[in-house]
């Protein structure tokens, strides 16, 4: 009558049993048998919320209370959430209800195969299920409580009606006023499950896209130890794992990021009596409960998860996915008794996959400032105001609209003052935090894991927070210029050139793979050797011969958690080349070699001590030159390491290496042939080598290159300027320094003639034709194969080439 069972239920019995536990019901029931464990249960109905509720009278009362409230007012809002929950938990159940809830306990006692200690008591966990929650248009996830680690009957009756009472929180009542919905339209069902012993190993979150652009070829997965409230709250930075899709489907351990969390703490059980320390649960008496303690400084410094189970989560979310068919938001739960990993819960994701993909909002900073804090960007806006330091949820009365709210972390009942945030900074947490998910959904930027913030950032400061960097979020000094750029993306005319895109930050990859591009021509290593590895190849190789302890000390933070140096690089040259690729996955992805001058090396983490002093380092040892070199053949061989891994083992075969500054073709030869040596071998697996053609050379002997490389590709900006003898960083000889020159123009025509002849692509990655609308429209009369762009011409510039090759009947 007020009880069904997850075996019974289906995603139909929303109405019934809310989202959260027809969700249940559905993977229990449906997908368990394709081995997506779920731990057993029961929900109390919403037929049952509403006989307590009405039969008490209590919904009068309630209506009464909320009557002519202002969310905005947030001590109005505090005063009329306290006094509806106290109206709820002073009201006592029905007999018949009591009586069925404790039958169900019971029996779930029975049906506990892991039950051999105690035949009459068993550790549940206890969740409220709106029944307008999870749905696709409106997320009423984390609105209401979650009690873990209850256990007993008294204590499973009360855990229940404390549920009932969060559908009242100041949180849940802004919400709803904001969605629209009415609060006695919505009911409350309460699930009971099988409590996963997460305290004793892991758990998190985990999502099929990411949730920063949403670009659905991924799957992000958060943990931390213990129990999964301190994920979803954002009291720990979890470790952060992104999953290629596709690669998993063909069988390959496709992680193409892996990211050590802080995890200082986590929650655990709560065993015996009441506990005193800091943290511990009062809601319960005898061992029901939970409390924090610390990690040891070991275990931080270790991944919670093997990265088997990673893959194994991984699965386990697309196959979710796939059964529903929208991208999902997960929790999961292992298990540190068995060892094994459990699916609690699924929803849908209501942020991003909602986001129609019709307008690109591109914001921009006009220039840079004093950086005081830095963290984890969450989206990619901008927002300035004064800070507001929180320290206490007592202090939120006094939070204005427009200021930036600076705390420890968020939760749930921090929700009425985040919608008057003109931006977020938290200093713990994670990208799927409460604070990142709430942000995202409102449309504010927000900063996580800014560690000191509360510390640094001076109460009524002005301030401009910045999450349009990439994945790291600045907060600086002042109000700075902006700019926001607002792109409408109609349906696109196809073109024979191809338009493909320059990439250099990784980060900003997922985001910029809506645009229509055709694939990328260019993505430059140097981005991710500066802003992920900072140290010089050879300091790692060399690890131990460096004597000055400042430069050990800098990489051995950076490189903590790797006892192999040089592994460090690999992974993370693989990773950042590897977000690329996937986001533009099957699509081309053309990767440029490192080509840092030796004054550029130098600037890196113990560069110097490495690297000649040039005269002209412009024209000295850069590009090819460096690659066969026996000085730096252990630093190349890294780089190769890290091609093949994202290549071979995550399967994102559509890489295309390219090779720069490769002043003969007898240089050619011995760069390929020191590829070779390391593993990486053109044609085997599809292996493509491009050429740049950047020096004259590589024009006027472009038949002879074609010979042993597979395309080209056209680097306008140091072709000019060698063509030219001019310096493009001279301000004395700029206004001779144009690409539009007749004698550039011919080499360009010149390797485009030839390239064609050996049947070999050749496309242009230089910033002329974003500069130069006629540029471009030479370029596609004169047969270009394709044309890469920056991101900000990108739109505009292949509305160019749709005109030229109208004009030409292409």
Known sequence: MYIRWFKDLTIKDIPSVGGKNASLGEMYRKLAKKGVPVPN?????????????????????IKQALAGLDVKNVRALARAGAQVRQIILAAEWPDDMRKEMVEAYQKLIKSDIRNSESPTDIDVAVRSSATAEDLPAASFAGQQETYLNVRGEAALLTACKKCIASLFTDRAIS????????????????????????????????????????????????????????VVKGRVTPDQWFVFKDGVRRGLPAIISRKLGSKEVKLVYRQGTRSKEQGASREFRGQSGTRQVKVPAIQRQ???????????????????????????????????????????????????????????????????????????????????????????????KSFKPGEVLVTKITDPDWEPIMRLAAAVVTEQGGKTSHAAIVSRELGIPCIVGAAEARRRLKPGSEVTVSCAEGDVGFIYAGRLPFTVKRTAVAKLTPTRTKVYLNIGDPHQAFYLSSLPADGVGLAREEFIFTNFIKIHPLALVHYQKIKERKITNQIDRLTAGYRNKTQFLVDKLAEGIAFIAAAFYPRPVIVRLSDFKSNEYATLIGGAGFEPRE?????????????????????????????????????????IVMVPFCRTVAEGRQVLSTMKKFGLIRGPGGLRVYVMCEIPANALLASEFAKIFDGFSIGSNDLTQLTLGVDRDSALVSPLYDERNEAVTSLIRMVIKAAHAAGRPVDICGQAPSDYPEFAAWLVREGIDAISLNPDAFLTTRERVVTAERQLKL
């Open 41 to 61: 249960g029961f929900a109390l109905t919403a037929s049952a919320y509403w006989k307590f509720i009405k039969g008490a009278r209590l919904d009068k009362k």
């Open 175 to 230: 919400y709803r006023q904001a969605q629209g919905f009415s609060h006695l339209a919505v009911a409350l069902s309460v699930g009971v499950q099988l409590m996963v012993r997460s305290d004793l190993a892991a758990s998190g979150v985990m999502f099929t896209l990411d949730t920063e652009s949403g670009f659905p070829g991924v799957v992000l997965i958060n943990a931390a130890y213990g129990l999964g409230e301190y």
């Open 302 to 396: 270790k991944f919670c998860l093997r990265n088997r189970e990673v893959i194994q989560l991984a699965k386990w979310g697309m196959l979710i996915e796939k059964h529903y068919g929208r991208p999902m938001d997960i929790e999961w739960a292992k298990d540190g008794r068995t060892g094994k990993l459990y699916i609690v819960q699924a929803r849908s994701e209501t942020v991003k996959s909602r986001a129609t993909g019709n307008i690109i909002e591109t914001y921009q900073l006009k220039k840079r400032g004093k950086v005081l804090v830095e963290g984890v960007s969450v989206g990619q806006k901008i927002g300035q105001g004064p800070v507001r330091i929180i320290n206490a949820p007592r202090q939120m």
């Open 615 to 655: 005269e002209n380092p412009m024209l000295g040892w850069r590009g090819a030159a460096r690659y066969y070199d026996p000085k730096f053949q252990p630093a190349f061989a890294l780089e190769c390491a890290a091609f093949k891994k994202a290549r071979t083992e995550w399967g994102l075969k559509n890489i």
